[in-house]
């Protein structure tokens, strides 16, 4: 692929002297959803798929920016503050500037990028963006910082700039994966640790519905909101600084006083949800598949009953997948809304669940559906020749 890159590089700026390609990887989460700005512990693994991008330092300030699939092109003076203007190149454009800043320095670049992510879907195409476009700023800027810096400057780029209100578990999954392993991160103390995968007869698939929500609308807005007002209700009850800091104890002791039938059916899905994932990080195995399979399906009713973010196409794809031979659970994967599930499977139906599961949901509704391997792949990088 860096090849290819290259080349499209240099059909689009006319020269390939000094250019590097670096690849930022989709994420998805195996359980933990909405509980990243809630201060709760996420445990996301890195995929194979990705954004690619390909590029080089100027010998002035302005950033231009290219994409494989977005007709647009953007040129922008980095000394100057940025359009007013909205648009996907205020992911890019908003990470370059942020790395800028922690610099001290404006660094001219030409960008070329390819995503071989859907865009939509809730597999953090606009984090890999982000991740990838500060990563590669840091390099020619010759930054060197550890893969927590990264993250957390690449959430405030995208926090400043495109307007997205998300937490850490998307940068932190992208920045600081590691192959064979997924992330245990504390969304709250930013601690985290890499748990081994050891399931060699089980495997996890994304299924794409092919239906598309966006971060910024009023939805996902709303139930931040709902959750801050949840906590500030228990923090009159009990010592926490988080929502997620409540036990599941803990809450049930007090949840009578939550006359907030809203607050109180956000509240409990992030406590429930947050002690599921500390049980589920023990459990990446073959011989606690079983236990996991339990969780994930605990996760999709809260997702669903409780924080209210599952549609009409997600349930039907649930319902299918669980009806095939192999499958152990699927629960929704990303902020719901639309986008994907991520099923549980056994290895040796996973060409069997993709014909199923593709022919029955394009009977029922119409859409064709879409199958990514969910594997456990390394973070944002330089790639070297021969990638």
Known sequence: MRKQMLFWFNEAFGYTDAV?????????????EHLDYNGGHVLPGAM?????????????????????QMQDACMVDLTKPLPAEKGWWRYVAGAVVTICQQARKFQGLDLLLHSTLPIGAGLSSSASVTAGTAYATAYFLQLHP???????????????FAGVPCGYLDPFA??????GYALLLNCSSLHYRYIPVHMHAYAFIIVDSGTRRTLAEAPFKQRAEECAHAKRMLRRLLPIEELADVTPHQFYSVAHWMVDEVAYRRARHVVGENARVLTAAESLNDATAHRLARL????????????????????????????????LATRISGAG??????????????????DVVSEKYRKACGFDAAFYPADFSDGVRLLTAGE
Not at 25 to 30: A, E, K, Q, Y
Not at 146 to 158: D, M
Request: net charge positive; charged share 20%; hydrophobic share 40%.
């Open 337 to 354: 809304f639309g986008g994907c599930v991520l099923s549980l499977i056994r290895r040796s139906a996973y060409a069997h669940f993709i």
């Open 146 to 160: 550890s893969c927590a810096e990264l993250a957390v400057w690449s959430k405030r780029a995208e926090n400043e």
């Open 174 to 179: 992208i920045c600081c994966a590691r192959r």
């Open 48 to 68: 194979e798929l990705g954004t690619y991008i390909a590029a080089a330092a100027r010998s002035d300030t302005l950033l231009n920016i290219r994409s494989r």
């Open 296 to 327: 994930m399906h605990a996760s999709h009713v809260s997702l669903r009953d409780y924080y209210e973010v599952s549609t009409p196409q997600l349930e039907l794809l649930v319902a299918m997948t669980r009806t095939v031979p192999g499958c």
């Open 20 to 32: 590097q390609v670096f690849f930022s990887p989709g994420r998805f989460n195996i359980l933990g």
